[in-house]
């Protein structure tokens, strides 16, 4: 791989303070996700009130993508990232306080304080999103994704776990843990000296800098064709998982669901390391034939929704998905101009999330009124539809980034 790798991009001194700042964040974060829903469930006896605070987190995210594009755009980068760290220890540090007081009201308060983490999140993430091209050059920049990918899958592989036993020394142990993440990320990120980009403006009012980035979305073909792509694999990749909660979950109980899961990050982690080894092979060629054994592994698992064969199944779209997502991400680096690079990147990821939500949903009542098989061919359709965007001319590296000159 050469100067390609991971190794070589955690080289670069700003970068490497930024990611581990950020997988810092991200672990304490997984630290609270399991203690977070069993303290609420604990304090209220309501499981209602336990997804309440879950539920108004992400619609708070939800809301917030388009105009966090605009502020990752408008403002200093490096400023929204330092207040983001400082307001989601103050958030944190506030449940840690309500875990030890116990106060009346709890669930609102913690409604409040895990909302305003979630808006705050969103936004750090746009900033760091679009701040990548300052931090990495272009062609170490799929390592730098897939390590994103690695970050995401090892932090899947501890971080509940660990949250589980510290909350059980006492429930305010993880939350203030996630408190204490943030400000040592806060303290990496004071090292990174290169600049991180925006500070630009391109029109008079929020609402018009929002439809400028959405004007450089629909008119190009690529990213539309990249929306509708992100939006029915998160989709179905998303479904899929949540077939295997409910089929092992069901059968064999949660040690058994906690051994496919692990494995199914484990895998994901794998799949992550080895994504920037193909950084020279026929981009559009491997991501045709990743999704083409992606859809394969739908199809087993359609064919025989025991348990192993959906934990397989689940295990290899994890391993194959950064071997696909990555190239994706690093063309849309090659298209859009920084100064858009915060709307653009919320476009995406609003959009091309949008079914994420619906995708436990649909799939449970695919489940409740036909099978887990049901479900899982309504899946299996959705990737084959992966599969011809994927094979679409437009949505080929050479699209990108004959595009991507174009507008430059």
């Known amino acids: 791989m050469g100067d390609r790798g991971w190794g070589a991009v955690l080289r670069l001194a700003d970068f490497r303070l930024l990611w581990m700042g950020s997988t810092l964040s991200a672990l304490g974060s997984q630290l609270t ?4 829903p069993l303290f609420v469930l604990q304090q209220t006896g309501s499981p209602a009130a336990a ?3 879950a539920t108004a987190r992400m619609l708070v995210s939800y809301a ?5 594009g605009v502020m990752a755009d ?3 980068r490096r400023s929204i990232l330092l207040a983001a760290d400082i307001g989601r220890a103050a958030a944190l540090a506030g449940v840690g306080v309500v875990a030890l007081a116990r106060p009346d009201g709890t669930v609102w308060l913690i409604v409040a304080l895990m909302s305003l983490e979630g808006m705050l999140t969103t936004v750090a993430n746009l900033a760091a999103t679009a701040a990548v091209p300052h931090l990495v050059p272009e062609r170490q920049r799929p390592a730098a994704l897939a390590l994103g990918h690695a970050q995401h899958n090892a932090v899947l592989l501890v971080g509940p776990l660990a949250g589980a036993v510290l909350y059980q020394l006492h429930p305010a142990v993880p939350f203030v843990l996630d408190a204490v993440s943030y400000v040592l990320a806060l303290g990496l990120l004071l090292l990174v000296r290169a600049p991180l980009g925006g500070g630009r403006r391109t029109a008079s009012s929020v609402r018009g800098d929002i439809a400028v980035g959405l004007r450089f979305v629909v008119r190009s073909r690529y990213l539309l064709l990249m929306i509708g792509w992100s939006a029915l694999m998160n989709f179905a990749t998303a479904g899929v998982g949540f ?3 409910l089929a092992v979950g069901s059968r064999n109980g949660g040690l058994s669901l906690g051994v496919s899961l692990t494995v199914m990050a484990a895998a994901g982690l794998a799949g992550a390391v080895l994504a920037p080894r193909f950084r020279d092979t026929d981009e559009d060629r491997l991501i045709r034939t990743a999704t083409a054994l992606i859809v394969a592994l739908g199809v087993v698992g359609a064919l025989s929704p025991d348990p192993v064969a959906l934990t397989v199944c689940t295990a290899g779209i ?7 997502v990555v190239p994706k991400n690093a063309r849309v ?8 690079m915060g709307r653009v990147q919320s476009s995406l990821f609003l959009i091309g999330g949008s079914l994420y939500p619906f995708a436990t949903f649909v799939t449970g009542r695919l489940v409740e009124t036909g099978s887990a098989r049901t479900a899982m061919w309504v899946h299996v359709g959705v990737l084959a539809l992966v599969l011809v965007i994927s094979a679409v001319p437009q949505f080929s590296r050479s699209a990108a980034l ?3 000159a174009e507008r430059r």
Not at 33 to 36: G, S
Not at 64 to 68: A, E, T
Not at 318 to 324: D, E, H, K, M
């Open 33 to 36: 996700a399991l203690a977070l």
């Open 402 to 404: 004959t595009a991507g």
């Open 318 to 324: 994890a391993f194959l998905s950064p071997v696909i």
């Open 74 to 76: 408008r403002l200093d």
């Open 333 to 340: 680096y090659a298209l859009v101009p920084d100064e858009l």
């Open 64 to 68: 917030v993508q388009l105009p966090g």
């Open 243 to 245: 077939v295997l909660v």
């Open 51 to 53: 997804g309440l605070v």
